[in-house]
């Protein structure tokens, strides 16, 4: 066992990692995206940013990179297919709907927790199913986006690995591995690198560059605090119209 494992290891046995701490009292003092993954040195930074990831949720992540600056960070079309909320850092790769076999070797190019984003160039075929998920939950990546079709519904549907997707069919292609791997891929107008940060759940998939990172996610907090005294407002007997300062916008007749 390295050194590097055994300090990691010691770490993880002198803190808790599963600390829990109210939103209200969350510091991201110093917060880098590099903070996804405990370290020797950075357990305070750490356990208060996944606190905060762990509460929030993506309409919450595109808010903030919205109000900074005005783009939602939404990769339109891609839907979970598992109902799962996932985060971290991403590796990247691109193909063809008739080959199947890139997928498989981006798995080996993920470290453990990154969400491999795989973008297609067509629905044509699946290039993602149920082999290819045991495949990744195995080697610890810690979920996968296809911007394109995977099938085996069956089977994910109801396992509990998320993945993302923007359709599924029946037919797929061959291994052949032929695509790139950690490489600028661009949807729309969005240029998605290796190692951004992304932020999926049940309403849709987010993806923030890993420069912007440490602006947005201290906005996330904001929102997320913002939000909570809205609802303590409407508990107290205010109406939503009141708090957001609608009351005058409209006569009613």
Not at 13 to 21: A, C
Not at 120 to 137: C, F, P, R
Not at 201 to 222: C, K, M
């Amino acid at each position: 066992m390295s050194n590097d494992i055994l300090s990691k290891s010691k770490l993880k046995n002198k803190y808790d990692i599963n600390k829990k701490i109210n939103v209200e009292d969350i510091i991201l003092n110093d917060v880098s995206i590099d903070d996804l993954e405990l370290g020797d040195n950075n357990y305070n930074q750490f356990i208060n940013l996944k606190n905060l990831l762990n509460s929030v949720s993506s309409c919450q992540i595109s808010d903030a990179f919205n109000n900074l600056f005005r783009k939602s960070g939404v990769v339109e079309g891609l839907k979970s297919i598992t109902n799962l909320k996932v985060y971290g850092r991403i590796t990247t790769a691109s193909t063809n709907s008739d080959d199947w076999g890139t997928g498989i070797i981006a798995i080996n190019a993920c470290n453990k927790g990154d969400i491999l984003f795989i973008k297609v160039n067509n629905e044509d075929a699946a290039i993602w199913g149920d082999l290819a998920s045991t495949d990744a939950k195995l080697h610890g990546v810690g979920g996968v986006a296809v911007y394109g079709c995977v099938r085996d519904m069956e089977d994910i549907l109801h396992s509990d690995y998320p993945i993302f997707a923007c359709n599924f069919t029946s037919n797929a292609g061959k291994p052949l591995g032929v695509g790139n791997i950690n490489e600028d891929i661009s949807i729309d107008e969005n240029i998605i690198r290796p190692g951004d940060f992304f932020f999926g759940d049940e309403t849709g998939v987010v993806i923030v560059p890993a420069t912007l990172f440490t602006q947005v996610i201290n906005e996330v907090l904001s929102v997320k605090l913002f939000e909570l005294n809205v609802i303590k407002q409407l508990k107290n007997g205010r109406s939503l119209m009141e708090v957001v300062g609608l009351n005058n916008a409209i006569k009613f007749k």
